[in-house]
């Protein structure tokens, strides 16, 4: 086990949040030695982040919580381009207003883990477009852009990744690293941000900023990076048959987001416990040292913990008190369409989170326990069709006694 004196990476190496870290040691000193600057960049691409996002804010809540200075910079310059890691095709280019009312509403997402103000350790809120959109092109070639190797950039998984699946990468795209490489320098130069957080498909950007810094400012800047999770069942984290589970609670409501979790698999709760939450890790070991039935128990405790973090203590208690008493929970939307083709039943209760695989949904059709619209269900090769919407034009299905969603349709 790797040996920190600095609370920051001993509170994340716990808590399985290290995934790669560029000079550990001079990083340690660092972040033991005094206020440490890290930032985590942000694009504006929908209004809301998403659980997806919520492992890298965690990191910020740390590095806080330790005694360091988180800095949020929200991607108004980078979101013109598109990040193209881990994607096989292009972002969709979003208009100027598009990225400005979205940075609006994703600044929000973070209030509920940072701490904002002018103090010496409170989080900062930045815009890299304000660097950005004044480079001139021919001087930004000229200064910056011969620090680059084309050759080294080709090999970073973004990249490669792409051209060897024969998917096309935009020049646009391509220049996306460079311009991520200039938010750390220029971070490290208004700021003094020497620390750069991050998941593990960013590492290559991260790694140019480092190399860049290093060129012009004779400085050491550091990278840390955390694991790119995916559920038990290998599904991507933050992700569900609905759609993704938003941190805004006009876009997933915190009943949703409480269940999101309760529905966890057995063999991700300690992890998520301990990426998620702030429980003690002594506790966490309690709660999910005993496998079966028993981590019920766990996942309660950590659909509360995460729901109290974001959405406060009534909102968790009221969730809780809902599933407890089998109150019907939403869980999205349906597309029309889809009831004009029939989609299966199987289909249909893996989108509603009521079954994680359609063996589940199929056994727990033929065992009695599923219905539609308050009817039983028999036939496990049976479809819904719009002959099936209710008068509010919804779906309501339900998987015992205690469990029921309400699907609308859009």
């Not at 691409?45 to 998403?50: I, M």
């Not at 890299?128 to 200064?143: G, I």
């Not at 800047?221 to 955390?226: F, G």
């Not at 019920?296 to 729901?307: E, G, I, S």
């Amino acid at each position: 086990m790797a040996r920190y004196t600095s609370q920051f990476l001993r509170t994340l190496h716990a808590r399985g949040f290290v995934h790669q870290l560029s000079d550990a040691a001079a990083l340690d000193a660092l972040a033991a030695g005094g206020r440490l600057v890290g930032y985590i960049g942000f694009d504006c691409t929908a209004p809301s982040l998403h659980v997806g996002n919520l492992l890298s804010i965690m990191m910020l809540h740390h590095l806080q919580a330790s005694g360091g200075k988180p800095i949020v910079v929200l991607g108004g310059g980078t979101s013109r381009i598109g990040d193209p890691s881990g994607r096989d095709d292009a972002r969709r280019l979003l208009t100027p207003a598009q990225i400005a009312a979205n940075k609006r509403t994703i600044r929000k997402n973070f209030a509920p883990f940072l701490r904002f103000g002018t103090g010496a350790t409170d989080a900062l809120v930045v815009d890299n477009a304000q660097w950005l959109s004044r480079l001139k092109w021919v001087d930004f070639l000229r200064d910056y852009g011969r620090h680059f190797s084309v050759n080294r950039m080709l090999g970073f998984d973004s990249v490669r990744l792409r051209l060897t699946r024969d998917q096309p990468l935009s020049f646009l795209e391509f220049n996306y690293m460079i311009a991520q490489a200039y938010d750390f320098l220029e971070l490290y130069r208004r700021y003094g941000c020497r620390l750069q957080l991050g998941g593990s498909d960013q590492w290559g950007n991260i790694v140019n900023g480092i190399d860049l810094a290093r060129r012009l400012e004779k400085v050491e800047l550091y990278a840390l990076t955390c694991p790119l999770l995916t559920t038990a069942g290998g599904e991507k984290m933050g992700k569900t048959a609905s759609g993704a589970v938003w941190l805004a609670p006009s876009m997933c409501a915190p009943m949703t987001y409480w269940q999101f979790w309760r529905d966890c698999a057995d063999a991700d709760v300690a992890r998520f416990l301990r990426l998620y939450t702030l429980l003690p890790l002594k506790e966490i070991d309690a709660l999910t040292k005993q496998g079966g039935e028993a981590l019920n128990a766990a996942k309660v405790a950590l659909a509360n913990a995460a729901t109290e973090f974001l959405h406060g203590k009534a909102a968790a208690r009221k969730a809780e008190a809902a599933a407890a008493s089998g109150l019907t929970r939403p869980a999205g939307t349906l597309a029309r369409a889809s009831l004009k083709r029939g989609i299966g039943y199987l289909d249909l209760f893996r989108q509603a989170n009521l079954a994680k695989s359609n063996s589940e949904a199929r056994r727990l059709i033929v065992g009695g326990g599923a219905r539609l619209n308050d009817k039983p269900l028999s036939d496990a090769n049976g479809r819904a069709t719009l002959s099936d919407v209710r008068a509010d034009g919804s779906l309501k299905l339900s998987a015992g006694k205690k469990r029921h969603v309400v699907l609308k349709l859009s």
